[in-house]
């Protein structure tokens, strides 16, 4: 007679559906494991990205304090950049601008 099969009038100890359970329970426990461990790694990775972003920015700050720094110090600058960017001549002078490929 078959070990599992079911017998009228006999009562079943319960011990199989008990492992069916804990194989279903392991299961999930082993997804919700390997989840949590994917949703670790990409908090991680995206905390690292930001700290390079963050220290990016930091650079770029530093760069523009600088720049800021010079402007306060040296007025002449402003003068520069107002004749490169924008075109701006003094009085009595001429601008001369040259078409590429003309």
Known sequence: MNPGAYVPGKVSSGR????????WGRWLLLVFFGLGL?????LHWRYQ??????????VRNAA???KIEALKKNP????EIARKK????????RLIIFGKGR
Do not use: P
């Open 38 to 42: 994917m949703w670790g790694g990409y």
């Open 64 to 66: 523009l304090a600088e």
């Open 76 to 79: 002449a600058l402003y003068e």
């Open 49 to 58: 990205a930001l700290r390079r972003e963050i220290a990016d920015l930091q």
């Open 16 to 23: 199989r559906d008990l492992r069916k359970g804990f194989r």
């Open 86 to 93: 924008y075109g701006y001549v003094k009085k009595n002078e």
